[in-house]
């Protein structure tokens, strides 16, 4: 008969007790190291339409979020830095060279960026346009953006979360699991649609099950998800630093 040592009847023990207590708060089967769904909130082990159902009220019910990665559209890319909630949202967004900051504080919208954003290439203003002289003094500057304009509704929406995320978090035709992941050290579920080419979406196996990383249908971008109900706080750039340039922004 071999003798154990008694370090490793005691860690041994130890083991024992934690898996007990996991079965006996969690209402799992047990402490396999096999079982990848171990410890995890369980909706590794559901159907994809179900996981997708789940994360999307997670992520609804959340009380804000921060967004980051690319999304492509109309032959557009946008990288994108938001943090958002349900009154509003502030961050950056990068497209074609040019990079913008963006606020929306309920339905006010303001949109902050440098003097060659707002001038146009041949450096000349046309009847809509911003001539240099203009343009320095919006750089810098946030500009409020007349709810008129036609530029509101597209710039407000990446301050959206709920627009934002609609249009985001639906992955496109059959929906299948594609196993266990992980993405900045949380454990994941993977789900796709049409085998990832209607995108694929990771989902938090610890905790809440929010959404954590996005690969968009048809190589349309990828997003990546944190933050998920930390507030942040939310106010209107003081009058020394806003510009209110009337019923239309000019042209860039």
Request: one cysteine or more.
């Given at each position: 008969m071999?003798?154990?040592?008694q370090?490793r ?9 934690m898996?007990a207590?996991v079965v006996t708060g969690?209402g799992l089967t047990g402490?396999?190291?096999d ?9 590794g082990k559901?159907?994809?339409d ?7 009220a997670?992520?609804?019910?959340a009380?804000?979020?921060?967004l980051?990665g690319t999304?492509v ?6 990288k994108?830095?938001?943090?958002l ?5 502030t961050?950056?967004v990068t497209?074609e060279g040019a990079?913008f900051?963006?606020l929306?504080v309920g339905?006010k919208l303001?949109l902050k960026?440098?003097?060659?954003f707002?001038t146009?290439e041949d450096g ?9 002289a203009a343009?320095?003094?919006l750089d810098?500057?946030f500009?409020k953006v007349?709810?008129?304009d036609?530029?509101y509704?597209r ?11 609609a249009?985001?978090l ?6 299948a699991?594609?196993g ?11 789900i796709?649609g049409d ?5 694929t979406?990771?989902?938090s196996?610890e905790?809440?099950p929010?959404?954590?990383?996005l690969?968009r ?9 944190s ?6 706080e939310l106010?209107?750039?003081?009058k020394?630093?806003t510009?209110?340039?009337?019923k239309?922004?000019p042209?860039s």
């Open positions: 071999t003798a154990i040592p370090g009847t005691r860690r041994m023990g130890l083991l024992g007790a898996c207590l969690t402490c396999s190291s079982d990848p769904d171990a410890g995890t909130n369980g909706v559901l159907p994809a179900q996981i997708q159902t789940k994360t999307r997670a992520a609804d019910a009380d804000a979020v921060r980051s999304v559209t109309s032959g557009r890319t946008y994108l830095d938001m943090r909630k349900a009154d509003g949202g961050g950056s497209a990079t900051r963006l929306r339905e303001f960026a440098d003097a060659e707002w146009h000349k203003a046309d009847d809509k346009g911003t001539d240099t343009a320095d003094k810098g500057k500009v007349p709810q008129g036609p530029s509704k710039f407000s929406g990446f301050t959206d979360k709920d627009v934002l995320l249009g985001l639906t992955l496109h035709g059959d929906l699991t594609d266990h992941h992980e993405q900045s050290g949380t454990r994941t579920i993977r796709t085998d990832g080419s209607g995108g979406l990771d989902v196996l905790g809440t929010y959404p954590l990383r690969e249908a048809g190589g349309a971008g990828t997003l990546t998800f933050g998920w109900g930390k507030s942040f106010a209107a750039p003081a020394g630093e510009v209110d340039y009337g239309q922004l042209t």
